[in-house]
C-alpha cells in the first residue's frame, strides 16, 4: 500500500515499515553514450520509469515496496571508446550486488527485485551471476532480464530486432520522462538497423564493431512520447509480473 524511495525517506519512515514482507526494487542503469541525442544517463531514467511504474502496479496490490537508489556505474564495455562512458568491472558489480542483498537482509528485507534498463552482455551476465548468490544465499529475488523472453517480446518490434539502443524504443521513454534531455538532432539521424544482439552472437564486443559508429541504434527519429508511456507502462507490468512470486506469505 506503500512506494518508499529508500533515497528521500528517513530512517524512522524505513523502521515503520514491514520490512520482511515489502518487496525492495533494485533499479540497476549504466553511464555510457546513447547516440548525439540523448544523455549519458539514458538507462538510469528509463529505469527509474520502470521502477516506478512497477512500484504502483505492487502497491496497488496492496505490497509495500521499497525502491533504492539506481546504481548508475556499471560495466559498459561495448560504448567505452565514446566520450563520458564510465564502465566498471563485471566482478564488481557481482560484489556490489551481494553486498547490498547482504545489507538488505542485515535490515530484515527478505524479497528483492532487480531491474535493469542497460542490456550490455557483460553487465547483464553480471548480474545473472550475482542473482544466483543471492538467492542461494536464502532471499527471495526476481530478476527479468529484458534481453530475454518473454520479457523482450514486449516491448516492441524494435526491440526484437536487437537494434535497441538509443533507438526509438529508448528515445521514446526519454521523450516521456524527460524531454528536455532529448537534443533536436535526433528527428535527423538515419535509421541504423544493425542489430546488437547478431552482432553479440557473432563476438563482437563495441558499439563500432557491431555498425554504431555514432553509438546508436534502430530508427530514433521515430520516436514519440505517446509510446513511450505505453513502453513505461508495460515496463512497470514487466516488474509487477516477475515480482508476484515473491509476495506469497512463507
Ligand atoms: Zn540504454
Known amino acids: 500500500m506503500t512506494v518508499c524511495w529508500l533515497a528521500t525517506a528517513t530512517y524512522e519512515d524505513v523502521a515503520a515499515l514491514d520490512r520482511r514482507r515489502a518487496v525492495a526494487v533494485l533499479p540497476l542503469g549504466a553511464t555510457e553514450a546513447h547516440g548525439p541525442h540523448l544523455p549519458l544517463s539514458t ?11 512497477g512500484a504502483e502496479r505492487l ?3 496492496g505490497a509495500t515496496v521499497v525502491v533504492l537508489p539506481t546504481m548508475a556505474l556499471t560495466p559498459a564495455p561495448f ?3 565514446f566520450a563520458g562512458t564510465i564502465s566498471v568491472r563485471a566482478a564488481t558489480l557481482v560484489a556490489l550486488l551481494e553486498d547490498v542483498a547482504d545489507g538488505l537482509a542485515a535490515q530484515g528485507f527478505s524479497r528483492i527485485v532487480v531491474v535493469s534498463a542497460h542490456l550490455d552482455p557483460e553487465h547483464l551476465g553480471a548480474v545473472r551471476e550475482a542473482v544466483e548468490t543471492i538467492r542461494a ?4 529475488v526476481a530478476f527479468p532480464d529484458l534481453s530475454r523472453k518473454p520479457w523482450s517480446q514486449r516491448l516492441g518490434e524494435e526491440f526484437q530486432t536487437g537494434a535497441c539502443h538509443a533507438g526509438r524504443f529508448e528515445t521514446s521513454i526519454v521523450l516521456a520522462e524527460r524531454p528536455e534531455l532529448v537534443r533536436d538532432i535526433r528527428t535527423e539521424l ?5 542489430s546488437l544482439s547478431v552482432a553479440i552472437r557473432a563476438g563482437q564486443t563495441t558499439f563500432a564493431e557491431a555498425g554504431g559508429p555514432r553509438a546508436y541504434f534502430g530508427w530514433p527519429a521515430d520516436a514519440t512520447a505517446a509510446e513511450g508511456r505505453t513502453l513505461i507502462d508495460a515496463l512497470g507490468a514487466i516488474l509487477e509480473e516477475a515480482a508476484l512470486p515473491l509476495l506469497h506469505d512463507d
Open 43 to 53: 538507462d538510469v531514467i528509463i529505469v527509474e520509469a520502470m521502477a516506478r511504474a
Open 59 to 61: 502497491s496497488q496490490r
Open 79 to 81: 560504448a567505452a571508446a
Open 137 to 140: 544465499d536464502g532471499l527471495r
Open 190 to 194: 538515419l535509421p541504423n538497423p544493425a
